[in-house]
């Protein structure tokens, strides 16, 4: 590392690797759910405080959102971190399947890893900023409940990311790679439907069903399935379906979620889906409440983010592995089959994925490739790639081929290989951060292109004005 800047920022993550791995093991053990993350961010914002950084707790209306700040002045160079964990996917650190309790939550999308590595290399480039004197201001932005009720969303529209030049994060994946996809931008809506009871055999011809009324709700919109756009993605649980089966329900609820590569897209189809729910309350004689839960943007990429992000990746190197880690990562590959990692490496479009079959780990760094692509995914880093240069950028932490959101990231979350990830990562931040501190040209590049991009559209906050965070979502 010949920039005297970044070698400060790498020492300063060298020296405290100990303290950095212990603070994402401390979250992968709360493994907390989207906006109860309160001892997880408690955690990171007094980390934060402790070395200097002015903490502002509970931004946007949520008791988990917070935003730690360093320095003064331009430019503001963001970096965001998540904590949040996926229910029902508790799981030890070791390479098959066993729980530390069953159905308890998990950290199956290793965030204990986002939000550490974006703490650490915040502080780190904040030393290193210190250090040289170097002019602006380094922003972490602790981000709660990205899995499902989108914090990110809520804290852009309150204006929680107003002014910021540049923002930052790490994702653990399984590539070490700056993407260039977009994301799906979606719609998460709740129906509710009222009828009336009665008793199922003696007196059905009183009774309203609001079960009824869910199922014919989804009929409709399986129809509606062959007249919307190919990559629309429509999906549905039905959270509440009546008590037991000799009462006809008198309360019925489902849960959608609507996804397409552009916003207006997602806006058209839910609008039509609301015409099939109320036809579904016409033909059933109950009532019908829509929820709005929440909505995201698809994400904007930046092409100049991420040529930055590999550079430094390549300037730091990717770790290696010991005998032990390939042993354990050779255990989890045995909990998918060969054709199920051929066909999630294929899915990947990586140009010569084809070589990549037979290996465990991915220390290589490629150029990103998918340019025009679109995740099917949904992000609200998304939401603030619409707002100023965003890169969210991968390291590998899991086996190629085994899926997201599943016991065997929770795992590789909480050993060594996530550690070694998580510094990895942390100083790649630092140094990206350190790069748009001190490179004028580069965040012009990086606004211009967005500017580009954006083509004039404009962003307009996906939830109504009226709606709040759905903070009690799990305590229903
Ligand atoms: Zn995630």
Known sequence: MT??????????????????????????????????????SKLLADELEAHGFSVERGVAGIPTA?????????????????????????????????????????????????????????????????????????????????????GKVWMVREGVFDGVDACLSHHPGSMNVAGLSSSNANNAVKFHFHGKTSHAAGSPEQGRSALDAVELMNVGVNFLREHVIQDARIHYVIEEGGGQPNVVPGYARSWYLIRAPERDQVEAIYQRILKIAEGAALMTET???????KGIYNKIPSRTLSELV??????????????????????????????????????????????????????????????????????????????????????????????????QNVAMSGMSIGHKSLIFASKVIAASAIDLLTK???????????????????????????????????AK
């Open 66 to 150: 917070f935003v730690a700040k360093w320095g003064s002045g331009r430019p503001v160079i963001g970096v965001m971190g998540e904590y949040d964990a996926l229910p029902g996917l508790s799981q030890k650190a070791v390479p098959h399947k066993e729980p530390i309790k069953e159905g308890a939550p998990g950290h199956g999308c290793g965030h204990n890893i986002h939000g550490t590595s974006g703490m650490s290399g915040a502080i780190a480039a904040k030393a290193a900023m210190e250090k040289a004197g170097m002019k602006g201001t380094i922003k972490f932005f602790g981000c709660p409940a990205e899995e499902m009720l989108s």
């Open 287 to 293: 009532t019908l409440k829509v929820e709005f839960v």
């Open 3 to 40: 920039d005297s800047g970044k070698k400060t920022a790498i020492d300063w993550i060298e020296r405290n690797k100990e303290m950095i791995i212990e603070i994402s093991d401390t979250v992968w053990g709360y493994a907390e759910l989207g906006f109860v993350e309160f001892k997880s």
């Open 310 to 407: 590999t550079a430094n990746m390549r300037e730091i190197g990717a770790p290696t592995y010991a005998k032990e880690e390939m042993r354990f990562a050779e255990e989890i590959a045995t909990s998918i089959t060969p054709e199920e990692k051929r066909d999630s490496l294929r899915k990947s479009k990586r140009p010569g994925w084809e070589e990549l079959t037979d290996v465990l780990l991915d220390n290589t760094i490629p150029d990103a490739w998918n340019e025009g692509e679109v995740s099917h995914g949904s992000t609200d880093v998304s939401d603030v790639s619409w707002h100023a240069p965003t890169m969210e950028f991968g390291t590998t932490t899991y086996v190629l081929g085994t899926p997201g959101h599943s016991w």
């Open 440 to 474: 004028p040209d580069l965040l012009k590049a990086a606004k211009d292109e967005l500017d580009k991009r954006l083509m004039g559209r404009t962003y307009k906050s996906p939830v109504p004005l009226e709606a709040k965070p759905p903070l009690d979502q799990w």
